[in-house]
């Protein structure tokens, strides 16, 4: 069942997370995480899955860096050995990707290999292959193991982000409001991750579920319900407390279309008591301030040097592009010299800020060039016509299956528009922590694909004997 997958879950999961955030140190974390590992290696299949999930997305801050490759290295051993014990070298037996999921991955590959080979084989092209390779086995074992474990794979998201989200309002607990505010500027705390704009990534993902679970018919306590609305007002905690525009713009409109094909009168009432709460806050002068530091106006003009960087960039180098990952080698030539002391000035090129277009189409456009802009789009593009096939056969099939067909395209939408205005949490090449979250709902979808296309075929046999 659901909930007592959900339960189980969450409480191991939320007592690991008390004992990382508030008993031992960072550092001690990444042991806690091997020992997990370690036993639940010893438990089902599916536990030591949801424990390898979690452990790549906590895993993150740059105190972990090292320890941080052991436990990416020892999660990946443990999932490919699951992987060939259950199928060896018995190739016959291995799942079948359908084509779509296929002909993406391909094309990334070819994309991203092309544009190397124009630009010259280095260490660091050399290094993306390896680890895209390496991320796209990881994406098919999760795949082979996933026809028995989607709502597995949907708790260990919801899992990681709680544990993020936890250490996240430790540090505001701890700093305190004025810090928050101080010098008229958010202070923008991330916890045990170190990037706010991955946080409001994943908080997209794990909100367009949450709010798919409420509607569940498995979940049938209240309790489980009062939970999962807890939940959902942690991530809205952590989006305002992170300040991600983004992902607030994206989670509201993502969120409105999965209520909207759920329940329409519901979504009429939110809105009309959520209009209602706003306005009456407006009346609060401190609440106008939150807002205008929330949304930061000035930089929004700022982004406009790292668009015309990207645009520049790529139309310098459209046929292949500078080359995976080489952005920001280039992005000084773009950037005009009186643009670079403001950004000097407003932190953007502090230590551990690469430089970016904020967007991510322009980035694989000026990376890949003209393939990368076709593939940045492709990807969106495969999304959206599964998500369309998955929801109208699973209308006629499985509601459940409908409701996370419903999640999963409010996935797709929050996560497209994101990309206008961050270039992580795509396709970073491969890069397990930024692209697991996503990824991983791309497998949920082709998994769920599989399974109706099954169902469907299996139907159509049955009426067609019935018939004869």
């Known amino acids: 069942m659901l909930s007592g997958t959900f339960n189980k879950t969450l409480f191991a999961g939320l007592a690991l997370a008390l004992v990382a955030v508030f008993i031992l140190p960072y550092l001690l974390v990444v042991i806690v995480f091997m020992i997990f590992l370690v036993l639940a290696y010893q438990s089902k299949r599916s536990f030591v899955l949801s424990s390898i999930i979690i452990a790549l997305l906590v895993f993150t801050r740059t105190e972990f860096q090292d320890l941080r490759n052991i436990v990416t290295g020892l999660s990946l051993v443990i999932l490919f050995f699951l992987f060939f014990k259950e199928y060896a070298l018995n190739f016959q037996r291995y799942p079948r990707l359908p084509a779509e999921y296929k002909l993406l991955i391909l094309f990334l590959i070819l994309t991203v290999s092309f544009s190397t080979l124009a630009n010259g084989i280095s260490a660091l092209s050399s290094f993306v292959l390896t680890r895209m390779l390496i991320f796209?086995?990881?994406?098919?074992?999760?795949?082979?193991?996933?026809?028995?474990?989607?709502?597995?794979?949907?708790?260990?998201?919801?899992?990681?982000?709680?544990?993020?989200?936890?250490?996240?309002?430790?540090?505001?607990?701890?700093?305190?409001?004025?810090?928050?505010?101080?010098?008229?500027?958010?202070?923008?705390?991330?916890?045990?991750?170190?990037?706010?704009?991955?946080?409001?990534?994943?908080?997209?993902?794990?909100?367009?579920?949450?709010?798919?679970?409420?509607?569940?018919?498995?979940?049938?306590?209240?309790?489980?319900?009062?939970?999962?609305?807890?939940?959902?007002?942690?991530?809205?905690?952590?989006?305002?407390?992170?300040?991600?525009?983004?992902?607030?713009?994206?989670?509201?409109?993502?969120?409105?279309?999965?209520?909207?094909?759920?329940?329409?009168?519901?979504?009429?009432?939110?809105?009309?008591?959520?209009?209602?709460?706003?306005?009456?806050?407006?009346?609060?002068?401190?609440?106008?301030?939150?807002?205008?530091?929330?949304?930061?106006?000035?930089?929004?003009?700022?982004?406009?040097?790292?668009?015309?960087?990207?645009?520049?960039?790529?139309?310098?180098h459209w046929l292949w592009g500078v080359g995976p990952e080489r952005f920001p080698d280039h992005f000084y030539t773009y950037l005009p010299s009186f643009a670079k002391t403001m950004f000097t000035e407003i932190g953007a090129f502090d230590i551990g800020k690469i430089p970016s277009p904020h967007n991510y189409f322009l980035l694989m456009s000026s990376e890949n060039g003209i393939a990368g802009l076709i593939s940045s789009f492709l990807i969106f593009g495969i999304y959206f016509n599964i998500v369309i096939k998955n929801l109208k056969m699973s209308k006629m099939i499985d509601k459940e299956y409908y409701i996370i067909s419903v999640a999963l395209l409010g996935i797709g939408i929050g996560t497209f528009i994101r990309a206008f205005f961050e270039v992580s949490g795509v396709f970073s090449y491969g890069y397990i922590l930024q692209d697991l979250p996503f990824w991983l709902s791309y497998t949920i979808l082709f998994i769920l694909y599989a399974k109706l296309k099954e169902v469907r075929m299996l139907e159509g046999n049955i009426e067609n004997g019935a018939y004869n």
């Open 136 to 316: 796209f086995a990881l994406c098919y074992s999760l795949f082979s193991f996933g026809n028995k474990n989607i709502y597995r794979y949907i708790n260990s998201l919801i899992i990681a982000q709680l544990i993020i989200g936890i250490s996240i309002l430790y540090d505001f607990i701890k700093g305190g409001l004025s810090f928050f505010l101080k010098n008229g500027v958010l202070a923008r705390f991330t916890g045990i991750h170190d990037n706010p704009n991955f946080i409001g990534l994943i908080a997209i993902i794990t909100t367009c579920y949450l709010i798919a679970l409420l509607f569940s018919e498995k979940i049938k306590y209240k309790k489980i319900r009062m939970l999962i609305s807890f939940l959902l007002l942690i991530n809205a905690l952590i989006i305002l407390i992170t300040d991600s525009r983004a992902a607030i713009i994206s989670i509201l409109i993502s969120s409105s279309i999965i209520i909207y094909l759920l329940n329409k009168k519901i979504l009429k009432r939110l809105i009309f008591i959520f209009t209602g709460i706003f306005i009456l806050l407006l009346f609060f002068p401190y609440v106008q301030e939150f807002l205008l530091l929330l949304f930061r106006s000035d930089e929004i003009n700022a982004r406009e040097y790292f668009w015309s960087s990207g645009i520049e960039m790529f139309q310098d």
